[in-house]
């Protein structure tokens, strides 16, 4: 089949109905509903692109394998070129949704493809856990399917592990062995996006220890899958916001949910790992499914910062106070924000890794450094729109004032920003803002960014140990060599004296 349109992916959806919690509410019909209806359509959008003469051939390519064009998440990369390709892919996307949906189709597709590229890993604990992840990468290219993933336990007692819960099965853990399947029972988070997606992949981070057997999981099975359960957290829009009033809140939000999977029959075929701690704790570092992801979540990162960063510029030239030298200040450190991220995911894709697969991916130094940086920058970023925009973000009219002749003269005059900027372009500058800054819409992506990819110190202690365990530090060498110099010099040359009498 290879590339789907975005009517194909809303067909997609029409013809299965999984079970989704909404606000108390079974949902019967996920693309009529208000709330998904609108990040369908964004989603739809990039689908559509892969058809799309301008970008067809930099997001998508023909496949050795099938001779059918596929999206470039499933390229294995090899090559410079082939990063290229990926780049190119993360870029279009990011831009399309301004960096705001940090659960495109490319990310998880990434995944897929890098478990695909290093299987040999799995075949060392079970030859057939490597062929299902092979067999399923190949289903999931041929018919460019859209995954949402679930890879954090609940927050309940965090300070046990999950076999010593009060629940056995309140972490997803395997239940029994049946001849069809893998029975497993329990929850996981955050499945973004999951109401909308086709299927789910489960994975675990490294950290299990002796007794977690049961909850060292890896498997993927349909959304639609019987006693799986979606409850989708609270909705940050109602889906019936106009575009005008919530120009990015009316089309970005992307629904979290916990996964409850109530005695779910993974069928042996789609079992990637079972009942291994050590395999467990590698898959996650020794697949290429932390860092080659990371590129993605670095370009969109980037597009993000500097989405924000252009809105908040913009803001500032509207209503004048960027001749004040505290604005520049603020608007100056976060362009170079940009500019240092930017430079990162160059370095990144220089000093590539080569796991032994032969894969290639990204220097991870560099995209740790972005993982750690960006939960800063991004929030400062939102900060200084907050201060640049003061009051005046509060005092937004809406599309029904903007457009009632009473009110025409008032809202040009009194909502008007500096020379040449009139009172409706000013409006919809403080709208688009306020849903980046203000809206709940905007603080669940501002909570998002902070832990993205885990809690932000504990991912820093974890690159510290890396790094420090990969280099000696030999500039402090080199600097106390001299003193060694000092003995040597000491040891040849004459005593001198001092003068005087002894």
């Not at 996920?30 to 959008?45: G, M, N, R, S």
């Not at 058809?51 to 394998?65: A, G, L, N, S, W």
């Not at 290229?84 to 990310?107: H, S």
């Not at 993000?304 to 209503?319: C, H, P, W, Y």
Request: with cysteine.
């Amino acid at each position: 089949m290879g590339i789907r349109s975005g009517a194909e992916y809303i067909k997609g959806l029409q013809s299965r109905q999984p079970e989704i919690w909404l606000q108390g509410r079974r949902v019967t019909s996920v693309y009529d509903e208000a709330v998904f209806k609108q990040p369908i359509l964004e989603i739809a959008k990039l689908y559509d692109m892969q058809h799309d003469p301008e970008y067809q051939d930099k997001i998508t390519h023909i496949c050795e394998e099938t001779g059918e064009r596929v999206n470039n998440a499933f390229l294995p990369v090899k090559s410079a070129e082939d990063l290229e390709a990926r780049r190119n892919l993360y870029e279009a996307y990011a831009k399309a949704t301004f960096g705001l949906m940090g659960r495109t189709p490319d990310f998880l597709n990434i995944v897929l493809t890098s478990l695909y590229s290093n299987a040999s890993f799995l075949e060392k604990y079970n030859r057939q856990w490597a062929e299902n992840v092979k067999s399923y990468y190949r289903y999931i290219r041929d018919n460019d399917l859209f995954l949402t993933h679930a890879i954090i336990n609940p927050q309940n007692d965090r300070s046990k592990t999950s076999h010593e819960q009060q629940d056995m099965f309140t972490h997803l853990g395997a239940v029994r062995e049946t001849p069809e399947g893998l029975i497993v029972r329990g929850a996981k988070m955050l499945a973004t996006l999951a109401p909308i997606t086709d299927e789910v992949i489960i994975y675990s981070f490294p950290g299990f220890k002796p007794g977690d057997e049961r909850y060292a999981l890896a498997f993927a099975i349909p959304i639609d899958t019987p006693g799986l359960r979606i409850l989708c957290r609270e909705p940050m829009q109602d889906g019936k916001r106009s575009v005008y009033d919530h120009p990015l809140a009316s089309r970005f939000e992307e629904s979290d949910a916990v996964l409850v999977f109530h005695d779910v029959l993974v069928p042996w075929d789609r079992v990637f790992l079972y009942n291994n701690v050590e395999a467990a704790n590698g898959l996650y570092p020794k697949t290429g499914i932390a860092q080659q992801p990371a590129h993605q979540t670095g370009v969109r990162g980037l597009i993000k910062l500097q989405f924000a960063t252009e809105v908040a510029v913009r803001l500032a030239d509207s209503i004048g106070v960027d001749v004040y030298l505290n604005v520049q200040n603020d608007l100056g450190e976060l362009i170079q924000s940009v500019e240092c991220i930017r430079a990162l995911l160059r370095t990144a894709e220089r000093e590539c890794d080569v796991l032994p697969s032969g894969e290639m991916m990204p220097g991870w130094v560099p995209l740790e450094t972005i993982r750690g940086l960006l939960p800063k920058m991004y929030p400062r970023a939102i900060e200084v729109l907050q201060i640049i925009g003061a009051g005046g973000l509060l005092m937004s009219p809406t599309d029904a004032d903007m457009v009632h002749p009473e009110l025409a003269e008032d809202m040009e005059k009194y909502y008007a920003g500096r020379a040449g900027i009139s009172g409706s372009e000013r409006v919809r500058l403080f709208k688009l803002a306020w849903d980046l800054c203000g809206e709940a819409f905007g603080q669940r992506l501002l909570q998002y960014e902070r832990y993205y990819t885990g809690d932000p110190i504990r991912k820093r202690a974890i690159f510290y140990n890396n790094y420090k365990r990969e280099r000696s530090f030999s500039l402090v060498d080199d600097a106390l060599s001299v003193f060694e110099g000092k003995k040597t010099a000491e040891s040849v040359l004459p005593v001198k004296r001092a003068s005087g009498a002894d």
